[in-house]
């Protein structure tokens, strides 16, 4: 059975077990607002698609839902299907030869991110999976 389906008590406890800590300040909202810096590859009313300021490989973009939530409930929410269409042409954009997107669940998956948001990793050869 999936974790997922059943009382809502234990979507709760799930929920909780994929959240990172709430921070008052939220860099990926000060994104959104324009008070901070970003190079922004696509922006509508919903979904906004930056540059990571990491860079351990050649492209590595964030698609992210403009409504603040959690990892856990974008990929719950009516929003996840145009997120991740705004990554998957992001990612066909930058990286023609294959790409990979990520969304990372939790402090053991190193999600520093409270604010849900999927990865967009390529532009070089990715490797095995780990």
Not at 54 to 66: E, R, S, T
Not at 88 to 111: I, T, V, W
Request: charged share 20%; proline share 5%; aromatic share 10%.
């Amino acid at each position: 059975m999936c974790l997922l389906s059943g009382s809502s008590r234990l979507s709760r406890r799930v929920r909780h077990a994929y959240s990172v800590p709430q921070m008052a300040y939220c860099v990926f909202c000060e994104i959104i607002a324009h008070r901070e810096p970003a190079r922004i590859e696509y922006e509508d009313d919903d979904v906004i698609v930056f540059h990571n300021v990491l860079n351990w490989v050649p492209v590595m973009l964030l698609a992210v839902p403009k409504q603040h939530m959690l990892q856990y409930d974008l990929w719950r929410s009516g929003i996840v299907g145009k997120v991740a269409r705004s990554a998957a042409e992001a990612g066909a954009k930058h990286c023609p030869r294959g790409f990979r997107l990520l969304s990372n669940f939790g402090p053991d998956a190193m999600q520093s991110q409270p604010h849900a948001h999927i990865h967009i990793v390529g532009g070089t050869f990715l490797g095995e999976y780990a």
